[in-house]
Nanobody, 119 residues
């Protein structure tokens, strides 16, 4: 089992910045990748960015160049630095962790943190 706790959401004006954090605990040794998804009202959950054990990063096209995903040296905390925020970035942001155990892949989710971009 892996537990994920997110923090750092809030209200920010367009053009502003926020940093989200996600701390993993529990059976973290099996984590292969961690990432961020978001879900706006009436829309499906979408991938924002992820980073795997080897350090490879993947970004959605809509955030490339504005958002940066990183992790700490222990690999149990992942961050999402969000710059030049736009109203369309408003959503609940969820952290996820993908755990590999042999052929089995399990995804764990955090509780979500609200990001609102508005003047």
């Amino acid at each position: 089992q892996v537990q994920l706790v997110e923090s750092g959401g809030g209200l920010v004006q367009p053009g502003g910045s926020l940093t989200l954090s996600c701390a993993a605990s529990g059976s973290i040794f099996g984590i292969y990748a961690m990432g961020w998804y978001r879900q706006a009202p009436g829309k499906q959950r979408e991938l924002v960015a992820d980073i795997n054990r080897g350090g490879s990063k993947n970004y959605a096209g809509s955030v490339k160049g504005r958002f940066t995903i990183s992790r700490d040296n222990n690999g149990d905390t992942v961050y999402l630095r969000m710059n030049s925020l736009k109203p369309e970035d408003t959503a609940v942001y969820y952290c996820d962790a993908e755990v590999h155990s042999g052929p089995r892949i399990t995804t764990y989710w955090g509780q979500g943190t609200q990001v609102t971009v508005s003047s």
